[in-house]
Structures are given as structure tokens and as C-alpha cells.
């Protein structure tokens, strides 16, 4: 078989059934981001529940204070993270919740659930940052549902310090430079340690994002087998119409005629080489556009002539002839010594 005839054949096949291979396509891919849809909700539905908590949180205004810490031999105290994970403490955030009267613990699950765990990169919404220029420590709180809660918390936090309950500090004393405020004091667009309403943005797009990239994988595999499914069901067919439906020799005249032409023209390419014994199969079928060729028969079996044949000529029509029909006279033709000459008709 030519490569090119396959290749050729099998781009018409695709765009005969391109809107089946389509429509196919698109609910594969409908089907595909549905089930991934309610999956997902199904299996993270915990994680569902403390994006919608965080995403409260983190729309609420924070509240915070600075320090400074300075040492006995009168050097500052720059290791800010130890406060914020000295507070977030279980013990220490029961504690403050008793005080205060908020229940505010679960920030820390919910941050963890998400993965959005404490690191030098990302502080959480009880935060220790330091300024590298003076030194001055801001603890920001971001753990309230309101933003009084915030404040409240900031106060407790603070009340905590004045009263020096903090045992990792030892004689170390602690200056305050800003009381317990609301808002921020610190400028977040330039530090991305510490959350705001726009950290949990990619929470919030990456369904989305997950979601398109499961619909062109849908559409992809939607494309594939609705592809399968119609070549399958096509093999199924009685009727010629590809190039792939039967089979032709390596040595065998294989032609594509386009349906419409010339009786003319299809009669020269049936009769080229002039001048040598040939006979024409064609199968008679209701709707068969009425051509009569020279030594036409319907079977190879039918031919009496007792003179050497050297070229059969199997003419093929798209959706008029069968595919038994033409493996039969096929291999009636292999019994002569002759020329087989293939024109599909499409």
C-alpha cells in the first residue's frame, strides 16, 4: 500500500466524522473535569473548608506592635522567629484564648492543612518579622475571624511580654516602639513572609487552572477514542469507502479518481496501455451511476474469452461497493497472470 494514500484516506476519514470526533471529544472532556470536579470535593473537601476559614481570616484587617529587644552586653536581639513560634504554641494559644475570650487556635491547623507551613520564606498569620535596618521586631497578628479579635489578641500577646513570661529570653529586655494597633504597620508588598487576602489566591486559581488543563487532557483523549470507536465501527461496514477497507499488492496499479470527472478521462485511465487484452470488473448496485466500459463484467469468473489477459481492472466506488465482492474477484484475480489495475472512485 502507498504511505501517501493512507495518509491521505485517513485525513478524508477524519473529516467525514470530524463532528462525531468532536462532539465525542467535548463530553470526554466535559465528563473528565465533572469527575475530577466532584472527586476533588469529595476527597479534599477538609481542604475546602480551610480555604473558606483562611480566606475570612486573611480579609480581615491584622493587628500589631513592635519591639526591641536588647541584651546584656547591650547587642540587639534579631532572632524574630522565635517569638512567633514560641506563641504559636499550643499551650500558649490556649492560654491567650482563655484570657481573651477568642477561639482563634485553629489558624495554625488550617494553614497546615494547605501546606502553608512556618519557614524563613513564610511566617504564617502569627508572625515575627524583623527589620533588617534597625532591628525592630513587628509581631503581626492575622489570626482572627474579626479585626477587633486581632487586636484583642495583639494586647494579650503583649500583656505576655510586659510580664516577661517568655523563658526564652532570659535577663534580655524588651522595649516597646509601637503599642497593639490595628492595620498594618509593615509594608507587605515588599515581603512576602507574612499573609494577606492575596496569599491565597493560588488556592483560589489553581482549581481553575487544574480544571482547564483537565479539559484539553479530555479533549485529547476524547479525540483519540471517539477516533477508535468510529474506525472501529466503520471496519464494521459492507460497503467500500476508504483506501484502508481492502487490501492491494505491491505490485498492483493502484489509482484514486475523484467522483465527478469525465467518463471520458476515467475510460482513458482504464484503457492506458491501449492495445492489450484486458477485462473490467465492476459490481452492478442500485444507485451505480450507469458507465459501460469495454470487456465489462461483474465477476472475473465470467470471463469466457480463451485470448491471454494481461490486465485486470478492478474499479472500486465509495459506499456503492462491497467489500466481499471486491476480496472475492481479488483473489480470483491472482489466479492469472496478469496486471491488476485498482481505480477507487470517491
Known sequence: MSLVTIVSEFWRFFKDYFWRIMMGAVIVSVLTVGGRYFINRFLYRDNQEAYQQLSEIYSQEPASFQIVVTMEDGSIFTTAELFDAYFSAPEIVSEIEQKTGIQFGQWLEYEKQLEMY?????????????????????????????????????????DMMRKEELPFLGPNKISFVQEPVKGEVIPIELTEEVPSQETLT?????????????????????????????????????????????????????????????????????????????????????????????????????????????????????????????????????????????????
Not at 118 to 124: A, L, P, Q
Not at 140 to 152: I, M, Q, S
Request: net charge positive; proline share 2%.
Open 118 to 158: 512556618k519557614t524563613n520564606e513564610f511566617r504564617g498569620g502569627l508572625a515575627g518579622i524583623r527589620d533588617a535596618s534597625s532591628n525592630v521586631i513587628t509581631m503581626r497578628f492575622l489570626v482572627g475571624k474579626k479585626t477587633e479579635d486581632n487586636l484583642k489578641i495583639a494586647k494579650a500577646y503583649a
Open 202 to 346: 493560588p488556592f483560589r486559581t489553581a482549581e481553575a487552572k487544574s480544571h482547564f488543563i483537565y479539559g484539553i487532557l479530555g479533549l485529547m483523549i476524547g479525540t483519540a477514542l471517539t477516533s477508535l470507536l468510529c474506525f472501529l465501527s466503520h471496519l464494521g461496514k459492507k460497503k467500500i469507502i476508504y483506501a484502508f477497507d481492502y487490501a492491494w499488492d505491491y505490485h498492483d496499479h493502484h489509482f484514486m479518481s475523484q467522483h465527478g470527472k469525465e467518463d471520458k478521462s476515467l475510460e482513458q485511465l482504464i484503457q492506458t496501455p491501449t492495445n492489450i487484452e484486458r477485462v473490467v470488473l465492476r459490481q452492478q448496485s442500485k444507485g451505480d451511476p450507469d458507465h459501460s466500459f469495454n470487456n465489462q463484467l461483474c465477476s472475473l469468473s465470467d470471463y469466457k474469452n480463451e485470448k491471454r489477459l494481461d490486465e485486470i481492472v478492478i474499479l472500486i466506488q465509495s459506499h456503492l461497493t462491497d467489500k466481499a465482492w471486491y476480496h472475492r474477484e481479488r483473489q480470483l484475480a491472482n489466479l492469472y497472470p496478469a496486471q491488476v489495475k485498482i481505480i477507487h472512485i470517491i
